[in-house]
Structure formats: structure tokens, C-alpha cells
């Protein structure tokens, strides 16, 4: 069999393992990512806390004062996006699920 021939043999619309391990893949990168902005949120809100507590200078209270609501729209910005990827993924999901059941054959038991 020559290499031209073997790639006509490949259905590319039907899901395969490697599909749904990409998906499971992302899953994953997504929760990672969602984690890192956590991550970050909690540093920038902790930061502007410390700087409230910890200095007396005004213009320190007033970048203390700016970095808790970045830390909170860090948090929310984290999580909006954590949402979408997560319904593209679900839709991802759906739709291998449906190829793999229309290439199912019927039994006619």
C-alpha cells in the first residue's frame, strides 16, 4: 500500500481516541489557566491589603486602594473567561459524541 493511498482511508469526521483526549487535554489547560488567575487575583488583592496595613504613606494606602478591586476584576475577567472556554468545550464534546453515535450501525436484532 503506498502512502498516498493510505491517508484516502482516514475518515477525518469520525471522533477517535485522540479527539477526545485533546478535549480532555484542554479540559485540563482550562482549569489550569482558571487556577493562575486565581492565583494572581489573590496576590494583587493580598498585595494591596499589606500595602493598607503595613505603610503609612498616602500614595502607598492609594495603590493598596487600586490593587484590591484589580485583584477582584482579575478574579471575575479569570472566571468569565473559565465559563466560556468551558461551554466551547462542552459544545466540542456534544458534537464527537454525535459523529460517533451517526457511525454507529443499527442492529437489527
Not at 477526545?20 to 498585595?47: D, K, P, Q
Not at 490593587?67 to 466551547?88: D, E, M
Amino acid at each position: 500500500m503506498h502512502k498516498a493511498e493510505k491517508h484516502k482511508e482516514i475518515n477525518l469526521t469520525e471522533p477517535i481516541l485522540r479527539d477526545y483526549m485533546a478535549i480532555e487535554r484542554t479540559v485540563m489547560a482550562n482549569e489550569r489557566t482558571f487556577l493562575s488567575y486565581i492565583r494572581a487575583a489573590l496576590g494583587l488583592f493580598i498585595g494591596g491589603a499589606s500595602f493598607m496595613e503595613f505603610f503609612d504613606s498616602v500614595v502607598i494606602h492609594m495603590v493598596g486602594w487600586l490593587f484590591i478591586p484589580l485583584g477582584l476584576a482579575t478574579f471575575g475577567v479569570g472566571l468569565w473567561r473559565y465559563k466560556k472556554i468551558q461551554r466551547l468545550i462542552l459544545g466540542a464534546e456534544d458534537i464527537c459524541r454525535l459523529e460517533q453515535e451517526k457511525e454507529k450501525p443499527v442492529r437489527g436484532d
